[in-house]
């Protein structure tokens, strides 16, 4: 291609971005946008960020229980908001709707407003495929952050990588193992859970640990591991961790087990 062929190109990709823009505002003037409002967007990058956000979650406001828990978690809180800006994910109506309320207490929510993160999970990417680990991989390549610590590994062809995926629904999990689990092998951990906790999948940890991220630049697991309940196809327990900026480290190890940095990140059960 030539400079001529290559300057004709980028006139056309320029005539239709002014397009685009030309439609855009034609739209945004029928639905009231005036010159004074088009000051206030101008002047205020605080308020463009917010317009632009509140248009790639596709014009979706939160619901006053989401609201409440927003304001008693704090940063530790990541909605429908940072879904949508973290992962480009636009959740359709009937998603919504299912996610409306959170169950949780906010007795609950206040015990643990500073020790876990409350997050949305959703099983898709913005494409509509299955967002598993593998497709995290994909979506998040070694040249960047966050990343995986290895893009060739074992569990390329593992169910957990592979299959799993997040469920539409709030997940309540703590941001770093407990101290009593450290030194002690899954059977051990296990015998610490309360009634009212349970031990996530490795999709789970992936997936909040790298909205985290991506949200809050916080780094989860940074020198340990959380223990999953994914088993891999030899038998050994998943765990993940190590999140460094070399990467979040994925592997697996017999039940009996045990050492320091290995230990338990238990999640809520829902209580409404």
Same mark, same amino acid.
């Given at each position: 291609?030539?400079?001529?062929?290559?300057?004709?190109?980028?006139?056309?990709?320029?005539?239709?971005?002014?397009?685009? +823009?030309?439609?855009?505002?034609i739209? !945004?003037? %029928?639905?009231?946008?005036?010159?004074?409002?088009? &000051?206030? /967007?101008t $002047?205020?990058?605080?308020?463009?960020?917010?317009?632009?956000?509140?248009?790639?979650?596709?014009?979706?406001?939160?619901?006053?229980?989401?609201?409440?828990?927003?304001?008693?978690?704090?940063?530790?809180?990541?909605?429908?908001?940072?879904?949508?800006?973290?992962?480009? +994910?636009?959740?359709?109506?009937?998603? !919504?709707? %299912?996610?409306?309320?959170?169950?949780?207490?906010? &007795?609950? /929510?206040? $015990?643990c407003?500073?020790t876990?993160?409350?997050?949305?999970?959703?099983?898709?990417?913005?494409e509509?495929?299955?967002?598993?680990?593998?497709?995290?991989?994909?979506?998040?390549?070694?040249?960047?952050?966050?990343?995986?610590?290895?893009?060739?590994?074992?569990?390329?062809?593992?169910?957990?990588?592979?299959?799993?995926?997040?469920?539409?629904?709030?997940?309540?999990?703590?941001?770093?193992?407990? $101290?009593?689990?450290?030194?002690?092998?899954?059977?051990?951990?296990?015998?610490?859970?309360?009634?009212n906790?349970?031990?996530?999948?490795?999709?789970?940890?992936?997936?909040?640990?790298?909205?985290?991220?991506?949200?809050?630049?916080?780094?989860?697991?940074?020198?340990?591991?959380?223990?999953?309940?994914?088993?891999?196809?030899?038998?050994?327990?998943?765990?993940?961790?190590?999140?460094?900026?070399?990467?979040?480290?994925?592997?697996?190890?017999?039940?009996?087990?045990?050492?320091?940095?290995?230990?338990?990140?238990?999640?809520?059960?829902?209580?409404?």
């Amino acid at each position: 291609m030539n400079k001529e062929d290559v300057a004709s190109l980028q006139t056309k990709e320029f005539g239709k971005e002014l397009g685009f +823009i030309h439609e855009g505002l034609i739209t !945004l003037r %029928k639905a009231g946008m005036n010159h004074q409002l088009w &000051a206030k /967007l101008t $002047e205020s990058e605080e308020l463009a960020i917010k317009v632009v956000a509140y248009v790639q979650r596709g014009g979706y406001d939160p619901t006053t229980s989401q609201k409440r828990a927003r304001e008693i978690m704090g940063k530790n809180f990541l909605g429908v908001e940072e879904v949508a800006e973290c992962f480009g +994910i636009q959740l359709t109506q009937e998603e !919504l709707t %299912k996610v409306a309320e959170i169950l949780f207490t906010e &007795a609950t /929510l206040q $015990e643990c407003k500073d020790t876990h993160i409350l997050f949305l999970g959703v099983n898709h990417d913005k494409e509509g495929k299955p967002l598993t680990i593998n497709r995290f991989r994909e979506m998040f390549p070694s040249t960047g952050q966050p990343r995986f610590w290895s893009y060739e590994s074992w569990h390329d062809k593992e169910k957990f990588a592979t299959k799993e995926t997040a469920e539409l629904k709030w997940y309540l999990v703590r941001k770093a193992i407990t $101290e009593e689990s450290r030194s002690k092998n899954y059977t051990e951990q296990e015998k610490l859970l309360k009634e009212n906790e349970e031990r996530e999948r490795a999709i789970v940890y992936v997936y909040g640990i790298f909205l985290m991220f991506r949200a809050r630049n916080e780094r989860l697991f940074e020198t340990d591991y959380a223990w999953c309940t994914d088993l891999g196809s030899y038998g050994c327990r998943v765990y993940v961790g190590s999140f460094d900026s070399g990467g979040l480290f994925v592997s697996s190890y017999w039940d009996g087990g045990c050492a320091l940095a290995w230990g338990l990140a238990p999640a809520r059960k829902f209580e409404k």
